[in-house]
């Protein structure tokens, strides 16, 4: 009996997790092509946004010493986005 309910429990969480992250992904992709800024645990990124997928995010950065890099970011790792366009 517990074992069950420990299951469903799980389920439930896991399809919370992917709930939140759809969210995420559709906040994201109605972002495409603005300028935004990205923390992770260790970095702080900015940057236009050029791809949202299932996994990952891809920003153009720009160093300003020639074209722009393309810096790919697993969703998981994001911490926080903020959009400039609002600054």
Excluded: C, P
Aim: proline share 0%.
């Amino acid at each position: 009996m517990q074992s069950e309910k420990l299951k469903r429990s799980r389920a439930f969480h896991k399809r919370r997790e992917e709930d939140v992250f759809l969210s995420i992904k559709k906040e994201l992709y109605s972002k495409l092509g603005t300028r935004i800024e990205v923390t992770t645990d260790n970095n702080f990124i900015e940057g236009m946004l050029i791809t949202v997928t299932s996994e990952y995010i891809g920003l153009e950065v720009n160093d300003g010493y020639g074209s722009g890099d393309v810096i790919y970011v697993r969703l998981r790792e994001i911490n926080q986005v903020w959009d400039q366009s609002f600054v």
